[in-house]
């Protein structure tokens, strides 16, 4: 419930900064920001992050994905795409976790898992096409949410065997300097040119929310969940962001919600949970660090 509503009111969050805010400015500032964080909060819950000799390049590259690659799409799309737009292209991204896990052999192949993933490529086309508004999205912004989404995807299979013997905050943020190859050079000189005192409290507290609230906390919260039931079963709590999101744009930022979205916000979670009917249970691990 905690991902859901953070990660859903955070694409609210991210309209709210990107007034503000440059796009690489902010991304760069938040990942230099939450990486001390992320070694705080393992350090006071005692989660180690030391990597033996040989575990460096899988646990980097995993962070690359995860925390470095995945936001530069996420962001640069989100820059072009309305926030219940945006919620509803990333949400595809357990349909590509279930099918990476085919691919990975790690589940088996399902026609619910086409046909699912068919009605909710409809669903996300009846609320981008059916959103009004200047700028509500563009062709670009569209397809650099997707893209994330199947970055995102890829990445919770590649993290899933780190996490077998290993407490899940430890985890992420062994994984977290990773992300610095891409982070630092794609934004540090807008970074360093931002001028900080034209920032209001509104920009302020978005890229606090930004940083602790959607970042640390719930990334950290999101790979427990991962290690306590599969990569699968965690994913499912992108099915429901959507929902916050559109609400939240509808309520915060006064962004138009019609039936027709609403509709095409069903057929998304209808597809999704198709897609799922007749996977395997997880096997969920008895011993999870919180």
């Known amino acids: ?42 350090a006071v819950l005692k989660q180690t992050v030391k990597l033996s000799k040989g575990e460096h390049l899988k646990h980097y590259l995993a962070g690359f994905m995860s925390s470095g ?55 996300v086309a009846t609320v981008i096409l059916a959103g009004t508004g200047e700028r509500h999205w563009t062709p670009l912004g569209l397809a650099l949410v997707l893209i ?29 300097p990773g992300a610095a190859i891409i982070m630092v050079p794609y934004g540090v000189i807008p970074m360093i040119q931002t001028d900080f005192t034209a920032i209001t409290w509104i920009g302020w507290s978005a890229l606090a929310y930004l940083v602790v609230l959607a970042g640390a906390g719930a990334f950290a919260s999101y790979y427990i969940g991962i290690k306590a039931v599969g990569p699968q ?9 959507p929902i916050v ?28 949970w198709w897609a799922k009917q007749g996977a395997l249970p997880p096997n969920p691990d008895p011993e999870v660090a919180t």
């Open 1 to 42: 419930m905690f991902v859901v509503i953070v990660w859903g009111l955070n694409f609210v969050a991210i309209k709210y900064a990107f007034q503000e805010w440059d796009v690489k400015a902010i991304a760069t500032l938040r990942y230099l920001l939450m990486l001390p964080l992320m070694f705080w909060m393992a």
């Open 69 to 123: 690659l995945y936001m530069v799409f996420f962001l640069e799309g989100m820059d072009r795409v309305g926030a219940a737009q945006g919620a509803v292209c990333l949400a595809t991204a357990p349909l590509w976790v279930s099918l990476f896990a085919v691919v990975t052999k790690i589940e088996k192949f399902r026609w619910t898992l086409v046909f699912g993933g068919l009605l909710s490529y409809l669903g």
């Open 148 to 176: 994330s989404a199947m970055i995102w995807a890829w990445s919770i299979i590649m993290m899933r065997p780190l996490l077998i013997d290993r407490p899940a905050l430890g985890v992420f943020t062994a994984t977290f």
């Open 233 to 241: 079963q965690a994913s499912m709590t992108q099915y429901f962001v």
């Open 245 to 272: 999101a559109a609400l939240g744009a509808w309520g915060l930022r006064g962004e138009p919600m019609n039936l027709i979205q609403g509709l095409g916000v069903f057929g998304v979670l209808l597809g999704v």
